[in-house]
């Protein structure tokens, strides 16, 4: 247990691939003493805990460098019940330390090199470097502090090396034209309407062509999850190949828990040769809530606002993370995931300002049963300036039985039914299918008329038949 942070490590600490020279696994070995039980430090070499109000963010079992999932439950870790989340302490004492805008950084992934490695001593030659003169010295640093001095000449150096370069800034798209026909309708300014199909467990396409078609006069795009709660399916990329080929616009999901920065990048690219353009990022359930055996519980290479970052840079800018050019750049869309009522609002507005700015172009949000609920979560995302930046799409979905109602109310983070619903739901009977469709469009509608809200992704929970009704019950 650290001294500074109630956190236990998740993981052990890393190990260097090569035998480091005798001086720096001295150096290492005194910085994982110190650090260790101070931070929980877990020596990934690639030091952000200034960035991190001094809490070690690989506390995290996901291991996210850029913030929270959507699965914070109260405060508490999803993953592992017994604990803290890692980035809710993080932005605890963050307010308390009047630090909240370091959060806004867009923070790379770690570079495995210097995985178990020292930062001491690469502080220490960057100042060299930078000329200690132009650091210490008043007459060299001219006019700047200290502090500022040290923050530009050596620890953001040093924490943002040159393949990343992450800053606090909102980077609008480099390219003028739709990427995607979901795209050119949001631009549009008309309200859109997307949904989900659930990917099938079988080899077998037709009963997905079948639901594609079915959903398809009524929506603008379709997603495909990717394993979602951590169950295999057919692949996101599959199934967006298939709606690609009935003239359909996908939103192909990609999670970092079954990823890493490599099939990222080949991932983005490949989806461009079978007609996808719409990419959502996420960081993926864990496979705590999927089936056992379970796999690795821990997220270790890129989180969604990495994934953000490094995509957009391939479109915008024509490389690859390691630098390398891409001739003929993909044309994408990207989109990320929210959770209104995950955190504290005003925190979770700083999330999403930081995805906005890593390249969101578009936010799906969790499911939403009370319209109201989201008021104070835009008022936010106004205040900062978002609303004019991201196109939001609010989830809702329509519940095919009381079971399942009670399910997500108990069981998935950051769903909520409120009561007055379960009852409506609970004392249909008969009715039970006419009611809660009713409650649906209900919903889509007090969405449409929400300030900041661009239209509704409908997530059906393999009720796909609904949808045709609830678009045009909320259409007459
Ligand atoms: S996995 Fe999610 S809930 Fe758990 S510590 Fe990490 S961010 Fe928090």
């Known amino acids: 247990m650290a001294l500074f942070t109630p956190l236990r490590r998740w993981q052990p600490a890393f190990r260097p691939f090569g035998r480091q020279p005798a001086g720096k696994r001295m150096l290492a070995l005194t910085e994982r003493?110190?650090?260790?039980?101070?931070?929980?430090?877990?020596?990934?070499?690639?030091?952000?805990?200034?960035?991190?109000?001094?809490?070690?963010?690989?506390?995290?079992?996901?291991?996210?460098?850029?913030?929270p999932c959507g699965g914070v439950n109260n405060g508490w870790c999803y993953v592992d019940p017994t604990r803290r989340c890692a980035w809710d302490l993080i932005y605890e004492r963050s307010r308390r330390m009047h630090r909240e805008h370091k959060l806004l950084e867009v923070l790379p992934p770690v570079d495995w090199d210097r995985a178990g490695t020292e930062?001491?001593?690469?502080?220490?030659?960057?100042?060299?470097?930078?000329?200690?003169?132009?650091i210490f010295l008043p007459s060299g640093r001219k006019g700047k502090t200290l502090g500022s001095a040290l923050e530009e000449h050596v620890f953001r150096p040093v924490r943002q090396p040159g393949w990343w370069k992450g800053d606090s800034e909102y980077h609008p798209p480099a390219v003028a034209?739709?990427?995607?026909?979901?795209?050119?309708?949001?631009?549009?300014?008309?309200?859109?309407?997307?949904?989900?199909?659930?990917?099938?467990?079988?080899?077998?396409?037709?009963?997905?062509?079948?639901?594609?078609?079915?959903?398809?006069?009524?929506?603008?795009a379709v997603n495909f999850t990717d394993g979602?709660?951590?169950?295999?399916?057919?692949?996101?990329?599959?199934?967006?190949?298939?709606?690609?080929?009935?003239?359909?616009?996908?939103?192909m999901q990609i999670s970092a828990r079954d990823n890493n920065r490599n099939s990222l990048q080949s991932q983005a690219i490949g989806a461009n040769a079978i007609g996808v353009h719409n990419i959502l990022c996420l960081s993926g359930d864990s496979p705590r809530i999927g089936?056992?055996?379970?796999?690795?519980?821990?997220?270790?290479?890129?989180?969604?606002?990495?994934?953000?970052?490094?995509?957009?840079?391939?479109?915008?800018?024509?490389?690859?993370?390691?630098?390398?050019?891409?001739?003929n750049r993909p044309q994408l869309f990207l989109g990320a995931a929210a959770a209104p009522f995950a955190l504290d609002a005003a925190l979770q507005a700083l999330r999403i300002m930081k995805k906005v700015n890593a390249g969101a172009q578009f936010l799906q949000t969790n499911l939403v049963f009370d319209p109201d609920s989201l008021d104070p979560w835009l008022e936010q995302l106004d205040k900062l300036g978002l609303l004019d930046k991201v196109f939001i799409l609010a989830g809702i979905s329509p519940i095919?039985?009381?079971?399942?109602?009670?399910?997500?109310?108990?069981?998935?983070?950051?769903?909520?039914?409120?009561?007055?619903?379960?009852?409506?739901?609970?004392?249909?009977?008969?009715?039970?299918?006419?009611?809660?469709?009713?409650?649906?469009?209900?919903?889509?509608?007090?969405?449409?008329?929400?300030?900041?809200?661009?239209?509704?992704?409908?997530?059906?929970?393999?009720?796909?038949?609904?949808?045709?009704?609830?678009?045009?019950?909320?259409?007459?």
Not at 43 to 63: S, V, W, Y
């Open 177 to 220: 034209e739709p990427q995607s026909a979901l795209e050119r309708e949001l631009r549009s300014g008309r309200f859109v309407i997307t949904a989900e199909v659930t990917p099938p467990l079988t080899a077998a396409t037709a009963r997905l062509k079948e639901k594609i078609l079915l959903v398809k006069p009524y929506v603008t």
């Open 291 to 327: 089936p056992r055996p379970r796999s690795n519980m821990n997220i270790v290479d890129i989180d969604s606002v990495q994934m953000l970052w490094i995509l957009r840079r391939m479109r915008d800018e024509g490389i690859y993370l390691d630098g390398r050019e891409i001739k």
């Open 400 to 476: 095919k039985t009381l079971k399942l109602a009670r399910y997500l109310d108990d069981n998935i983070p950051g769903v909520t039914i409120p009561a007055p619903v379960m009852k409506r739901l609970a004392d249909a009977g008969d009715r039970f299918a006419e009611e809660s469709v009713a409650i649906t469009v209900e919903n889509l509608l007090k969405l449409k008329a929400k300030k900041g809200i661009t239209g509704v992704h409908i997530m059906p929970l393999g009720w796909e038949d609904a949808l045709p009704y609830i678009i045009q019950q909320a259409a007459d």
């Open 119 to 134: 930062t001491w001593g690469e502080v220490v030659r960057t100042a060299r470097k930078a000329g200690l003169r132009n």
């Open 228 to 251: 979602s709660s951590a169950v295999p399916r057919m692949s996101s990329a599959a199934c967006s190949a298939v709606a690609s080929s009935l003239g359909t616009d996908p939103v």
């Open 33 to 67: 003493v110190v650090k260790g039980p101070l931070f929980g430090c877990r020596m990934c070499g690639n030091c952000l805990l200034q960035e991190t109000a001094f809490i070690c963010h690989m506390a995290c079992p996901k291991g996210l460098r850029n913030g």
